[in-house]
């Protein structure tokens, strides 16, 4: 379990959520993700959605989905 309390910089660029990543090897609410899981979206829709992303790890994960659904 994580707590969080907060502090200077604690929601600077909302880097939460990538640090917990790091260190957790969490994932936390990918809305695209659990779309194209779920088939509401298809593989192109989701390339679609990554694409403007691929420059962070958010966008980067997406793409590599759409080549490795297993991960």
Do not use: H
């Not at 993700?33 to 790890?57: S, W």
């Amino acid at each position: 379990m994580i707590f969080v309390t907060g502090g200077a910089g604690f929601m600077d660029n909302s880097s939460w959520p990538p640090i917990l990543d790091d260190c957790q090897e969490l994932k936390i609410a990918f809305p695209e993700e659990i779309a194209y899981r779920r088939g509401y979206i298809d593989a192109a829709q989701l390339g679609q959605l990554a694409m403007p992303l691929k420059k962070n790890a958010y966008g980067r994960y997406l793409l590599q989905l759409l080549s490795d659904p297993d991960i």
